[in-house]
């Protein structure tokens, strides 16, 4: 049994893979915050702005196994472009329930296969694009992968903290919310005195798109 927020399809908005087509098959739950509000003050992650509860986001369910889970994202992607199908596991944290049977039976049906976690937890084998993005003070268990996306400024989780993991791609993204115009100047300012870092930006809300 898989518990799915949301299965949608739209575009990559941030880091690598910015602008690319893309299923987001996201999970509901997280091992860093219940996702309730009276819960945030004391949660692992406190800035998080995803409502990953329940099952209620369009494309969402309970699929009984595997197949009916990528039976749901192959309804989504266009029919004559399946040898570009792409799909990205997010969340909550995907990696609660993305286990290899779920990871082989997307590959089987022709989908290159993406991953973005918070890194606490271990990782299926085969996956085709590992992101991390660490929260707070939480330690994370995967220290390499294709990109590391960095929500800045988390005073518990600084730049300097990650710089030497075995990672591609390293990116800052400011963090969302009211002060986010001084945030981004901040990530700019970073990334011209640390050039081993990038600036992501949340580009499917800049053009609004899921
Ligand atoms: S780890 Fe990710 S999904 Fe979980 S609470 Fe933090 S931002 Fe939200």
Known sequence: ???VKEMFYSLQGEGAQAGRPAIFCRFAGCNLWSGREQDRADAACNFCDT???GTDGVG????ADASAVVEAALALWPKDYLRHAYVIFTGGEPLLQLDPEL???FKSAGFETAVETN???PLPADIDWVCVSPKGSS???ISHGDELKLVYRQLDALPERFKDLNF???YLQPMAGSNELQQRQDCIEYCRQHPQWKLS???HKLVGIP
Do not use: P, R, S
């Open 60 to 63: 969402g369910g309970k699929f």
């Open 51 to 53: 409502d990953f509860i």
């Open 119 to 121: 890194g606490t937890l």
């Open 1 to 3: 049994m898989y518990t």
């Open 139 to 141: 330690d994370i268990v």
């Open 168 to 170: 591609d791609h390293f």
């Open 103 to 105: 990871l082989q039976a």
């Open 201 to 203: 930006l949340q580009t």
